[in-house]
């Protein structure tokens, strides 16, 4: 992994901040044009611009400068190139605030990241990036709440971004906003597999570059730099400042400690080697900021209102266990890590935020199933990673680690820890929680948090599986998931989009929204349900309305 490339920042000047309300879709629109050629020895920044893990005081700023037309993503060639940024309360670059130079090397595939502190909380900017006469495309970012700010928050939040399954209009829509504070995006920002491999070929909506499954350095630099030429990428990278945790698919599917279920050491080399390459990419090209090396676990504060415990859960898991195999209530086992587990717990016991977020890959509610028709058992199998002839639990999942979650629970329960809300993705479906200690004897064994799970982006889901539309077969599967497990309020199998999370004093509420066609480049969105938590009770609730 690279380190963070260092910046010189001048000591900000004190001005009357530009309010969130202004940016929104404004910013969009310079990034929808497709990057533009460029000559040879002429700089070009080709792949917008993005902020990140927004702090009272500061934020990370981030870039890719293209020095010259051969030294694209994963080439490795390229002039040391001279880079400067500035960040301003208006988007004329009037009042700049602060400013400063890096250096972009072909060491660091020509990113560039710009730490910046000495900003004003909860407060609105505008930055950008330039080489000599050339400037980047201009963004919009905003701090963190002070931390007794009281203030409400809003987060959009996405998961599962398979370029080769459609287009990002669920980005579209949350660069369209002006009123979120962040974007959290909870794991498989890209995909590891080669073209045509998932979804098959005939369904595939554009290639991977490159063509093939990624495993080297470079490989996983180009797929990267190839998601940043999307426009509606760079458009919401450019509009919110993002928040970001991995998943399996930023290195291979189910990816654990020593391995992956898609990796081959005999044709594919060695798993450390695949793992690092990932990692390094990942972290030059995502704007955040690694708590220590290798990994992504860290904690965010949004004023009073909010701590964000932000969970690694590939970098220290144990393998998957066998379905059947008795092991998933082994101690010895773990999807966390003893370090990252022992890291959550004293956080959570010591956070004085109202909401504990909890921001993890993978579902933590446990799900059982009823009797399910064969025709709906195996693709619904194929979507949670079960075995197709039979299932009792999804083992990629924390129901795959048993005594983790316990120890988790339980610790929520005797320290009192209340307003505990797990945000997820990964599963390609929307879900809304109760967290239950006891899950075969729930509603009379109590519920110790909530949980919001939000559908993919693109990747497939129960209809896309099946090819039918969808409120069909997926209404047998959701009764028969329910019936099963008195915990899942609501569920959706069929649908793409994203989540808009409020968070206030009285309640935290999730918002789902649903776009009309992956495949459709101009997809539109609609408000599909809601589900909120109400402070001090660890259940959710349906809400009528999204908030305004």
Same mark, same amino acid.
């Given at each position: 992994?690279?380190?963070?490339?260092?910046?010189?920042?001048?000591?900000?000047?004190?001005?009357?901040?530009?309010?969130? /309300?202004?940016?929104?879709?404004?910013?969009?629109?310079?990034?929808?044009? /497709?990057?533009?050629?460029?000559?040879?020895?002429?700089? /070009?920044?080709?792949?917008?611009?993005?902020?990140?893990?927004?702090?009272?005081?500061?934020?990370?700023?981030?870039?890719?400068?293209?020095?010259?037309?051969?030294?694209?993503?994963?080439?490795?060639?390229?002039?040391?190139?001279?880079? *400067?940024?500035?960040?301003?309360?208006?988007?004329?670059?009037?009042?700049?605030?602060?400013?400063?130079?890096?250096?972009?090397?072909?060491?660091?595939?020509?990113?560039?990241?710009?730490?910046?502190?000495? @900003?004003?909380?909860?407060?609105?900017?505008?930055?950008?990036?330039?080489?000599?006469?050339?400037?980047?495309?201009?963004?919009?970012?905003?701090?963190?709440?002070?931390?007794?700010?009281?203030?409400?928050?809003?987060?959009?939040?996405?998961?599962? *971004?398979?370029?080769?399954?459609?287009?990002?209009?669920?980005?579209?829509?949350?660069?369209?906003?002006?009123?979120?504070?962040?974007?959290?995006?909870?794991?498989?920002?890209?995909?590891?597999?080669?073209?045509?491999?998932?979804?098959?070929?005939?369904?595939?909506?554009?290639?991977?570059?490159?063509?093939?499954?990624?495993?080297?350095?470079?490989?996983?630099?180009?797929?990267?730099?190839?998601?940043?030429?999307?426009?509606?990428?760079?458009?919401?990278?450019?509009?919110?400042?993002?928040?970001?945790?991995?998943? %399996?698919?930023?290195?291979?599917?189910?990816?654990?400690?020593? #391995?992956?279920?898609?990796?081959?050491? %005999?044709?594919?080399?060695?798993?450390?080697?695949?793992?690092?390459?990932?990692?390094?990419?990942?972290?030059?090209?995502?704007?955040?900021?690694?708590?220590?090396?290798?990994?992504?676990?860290?904690?965010?504060?949004?004023?009073?209102? /909010?701590?964000?415990?932000?969970?690694?859960?590939?970098?220290?898991? *144990?393998?998957?266990?066998?379905?059947?195999? #008795?092991?998933?209530? %082994?101690?010895?086992?773990?999807?966390?890590?003893?370090?990252?587990?022992?890291?959550?717990?004293?956080?959570?016991?010591? *956070?004085?935020?109202?909401?504990?977020?909890?921001?993890?890959?993978?579902?933590?509610?446990?799900?059982?199933?009823?009797?399910?028709?064969?025709?709906? @058992?195996?693709?619904?199998?194929?979507?949670l990673g079960l075995p197709k002839e039979g299932l009792a639990i999804n083992v990629d999942q924390w129901d795959g680690y048993t005594h983790d979650r316990k120890e988790l629970i339980s610790h929520l329960r005797e320290r009192g820890i209340k307003d505990t809300v797990f945000l997820t993705g990964d599963i390609h479906m929307a879900w809304a929680n109760d967290v239950p200690v006891t899950a075969g004897t729930y509603p009379l064994s109590p519920s110790a948090a909530t949980e919001f799970v939000v559908t993919s982006v693109t990747s497939d889901n129960l209809d896309d599986i099946l090819h039918v539309a969808p409120d069909t077969l997926s209404t047998v599967a959701e009764t028969a998931v329910k019936a099963a497990n008195r915990h899942v309020k609501w569920l959706d199998m069929d649908r793409h989009g994203y989540g808009v999370l409020d968070v206030t004093a009285e309640r935290a509420q999730m918002d789902y929204y649903v776009i009309s066609d992956r495949?459709?480049?101009?997809?539109?969105?609609?408000?599909?349900?809601?589900?909120?938590?109400?402070?001090?009770?660890?259940?959710?609730?349906?809400?009528?309305?999204?908030?305004?």
């Open positions: 992994m690279t380190s963070r490339l260092a910046a010189e920042t001048s000591t900000p000047r004190r001005r009357t901040v530009v309010k969130a /309300a202004a940016a929104g879709a404004v910013l969009a629109a310079p990034l929808l044009a /497709a990057p533009a050629a460029h000559a040879a020895d002429a700089p /070009a920044f080709l792949h917008g611009v993005a902020s990140g893990d927004p702090l009272p005081d500061g934020v990370l700023l981030w870039t890719r400068v293209t020095p010259t037309a051969e030294a694209v993503p994963g080439s490795g060639t390229g002039p040391d190139t001279r880079v *400067s940024w500035e960040i301003a309360e208006d988007q004329a670059f009037r009042t700049v605030v602060s400013r400063g130079t890096t250096t972009a090397s072909a060491a660091s595939d020509h990113t560039v990241k710009a730490d910046v502190r000495g @900003l004003r909380p909860a407060s609105a900017y505008y930055f950008r990036f330039s080489v000599g006469d050339t400037y980047s495309p201009v963004g919009r970012t905003r701090t963190a709440p002070a931390a007794d700010n009281r203030a409400e928050l809003r987060f959009g939040v996405v998961s599962c *971004s398979n370029w080769e399954a459609g287009w990002f209009s669920s980005y579209r829509h949350l660069a369209a906003r002006a009123d979120l504070d962040a974007v959290f995006h909870l794991g498989d920002y890209l995909y590891e597999y080669k073209t045509g491999e998932y979804p098959a070929a005939q369904y595939t909506v554009r290639p991977h570059q490159p063509a093939h499954e990624i495993v080297s350095l470079a490989d996983y630099r180009i797929r990267h730099g190839a998601h940043k030429t999307d426009d509606d990428v760079r458009a919401m990278h450019a509009a919110h400042p993002l928040v970001a945790i991995w998943d %399996d698919h930023e290195f291979a599917n189910d990816a654990w400690s020593g #391995g992956a279920e898609n990796h081959s050491p %005999d044709t594919e080399g060695a798993w450390a080697a695949r793992r690092d390459a990932a990692k390094q990419a990942y972290f030059e090209w995502m704007p955040v900021r690694p708590s220590i090396a290798g990994t992504v676990y860290r904690r965010l504060r949004f004023g009073a209102l /909010a701590d964000l415990h932000l969970l690694d859960l590939r970098s220290f898991r *144990s393998q998957q266990a066998s379905v059947g195999s #008795g092991t998933v209530d %082994d101690a010895d086992r773990t999807i966390t890590g003893r370090a990252q587990l022992d890291w959550l717990k004293s956080g959570l016991a010591a *956070s004085d935020a109202q909401w504990k977020l909890v921001g993890t890959s993978v579902m933590i509610s446990p799900v059982a199933f009823g009797s399910l028709p064969a025709h709906l @058992l195996a693709p619904l199998a194929e979507l495949t459709d480049k101009n997809a539109t969105s609609a408000w599909e349900r809601s589900y909120r938590t109400r402070t001090g009770t660890q259940k959710v609730e349906r809400a009528d309305a999204p908030v305004k």
